[in-house]
């Protein structure tokens, strides 16, 4: 499996590569791949930690599971490749953008716009086997996640975190406020929108004021 991955984000990740749940994951993650359709693609996995290097990351936003449908997943967070058609949960995104922000719903549910802009767009669980949610969940990937949230919290100043639901929620709870602005709203899914919570969040907004005053350059959402 040729992965890539932004070489600032190496010395970061290494640490947790030589821990010994990794390998066990990794033996895992090959058995998988070998015998089953699993999503994204294994040169996709790491995606998120290419597309948006160490030293870039400004805002993260935190999802759990890869879209388990065919040609969905590209390896960010609520993002799907070009020509694939908008999931709800990046519909909703997008129409609280329009409305906080005034800019149209774009065309492509690509977000590597935004990780190339500083966005981490970190799922908890990097893989899962098609049409299965959560198949992947318990296999080490969530140790990982966890530590690379507390790297960026720990190592990073004034980083600007969504945490879009109760499971990102809980999964945030190591990050510093202190140093960090922490943004949370109900999940942008149909089912948890429709109670309210998600709509009128203006995270994005928030966030592009939050990193002007610190005198970090905006997210062009």
């Not at 994204?40 to 030293?55: E, Y």
């Amino acid at each position: 499996m040729n992965v890539t991955i932004a070489e600032s984000w190496k010395p970061y990740l290494q640490p947790e590569f030589d821990k010994p749940y990794f390998p066990k994951l990794a033996e895992f993650l090959r058995q998988e791949y070998a015998s089953q359709r699993i999503y994204p693609p294994g040169r996709l996995i790491f995606n998120a930690f290419d597309k948006c290097s160490f030293d870039d990351a400004r805002v993260v936003i935190l999802g759990q599971d890869p879209y388990h449908g065919e040609g969905q997943a590209n390896g960010l967070a609520f993002s799907v490749a070009d020509g694939i058609t908008k999931p709800p949960s990046l519909i909703n995104i997008f129409k609280e953008i329009q409305d906080d922000l005034g800019k149209p719903i774009p065309k492509s549910g690509n977000l590597e716009r935004w990780a190339s802009q500083g966005v981490m767009l970190l799922n908890s669980t990097l893989t899962v086997r098609a049409g299965q949610a959560g198949s992947h969940q318990g296999k080490g990937w969530e140790t990982f996640t966890d530590a690379v949230i507390k790297i960026l919290s720990e190592q990073k100043e004034h980083v600007v975190f969504m945490l879009w639901g109760a499971y990102a929620q809980k999964k945030g709870a190591v990050i510093d406020d202190s140093k960090h602005l922490i943004l949370k709203a109900k999940h942008p899914s149909p089912m948890a929108a429709q109670w309210g919570g998600w709509f009128g969040n203006k995270h994005f907004s928030q966030a592009n004021t939050y990193l002007e005053s610190k005198g970090l350059p905006p997210i062009e959402w």
